[in-house]
């Protein structure tokens, strides 16, 4: 049996606008040592808005090429960020990261088109 992506280009139209949230509650049980040192690769930033980034990229069709943004820090490691972005095609997106939302799990991608939406939890 073939597998079937659930996002497939133009199944809502041109791509116009992609938020992504991912807030947990998590930072101190970070399972590795090197989630809290940024010159390994830690912190949020890194370790978990990449994967974002990279989703963005596969649900817009083109590459990030402008980013601007506020990181929010614990002792010396981000703990989380916000940033608009643009693509090349000109989707803006949203992407919102936060390790040290006390009470919150929530992990959600909506990317709007312009005959319809999706949302990703």
């Not at 998590?26 to 980034?53: N, R």
């Not at 402008?66 to 614990?74: A, E, R």
């Not at 799990?105 to 909506?110: I, R, Y």
């Amino acid at each position: 049996m073939k597998s079937r992506s659930a996002f497939t280009p133009g199944m809502i139209g041109n791509v116009r606008t992609i938020k992504c949230d991912f807030c947990r509650d998590d930072y101190s049980k970070w399972p590795s040592s090197w989630y809290y040192e940024s010159e390994k690769g830690g912190g949020a930033l890194i370790s978990t808005g990449s994967h974002l980034v990279d989703s963005v990229t596969v649900a817009a069709g083109s590459p990030v090429c402008t980013v601007k943004g506020t990181i929010f820090k614990k002792g010396q490691v981000d703990v989380g960020f916000r940033c608009e972005a643009v693509t090349s095609s000109g989707v803006q997106a949203t992407i919102h990261v936060n390790h040290n939302k006390h009470g919150v799990g929530k992990h959600v991608m909506v990317v709007e088109g312009d005959d319809g939406s999706l949302e990703v939890n």
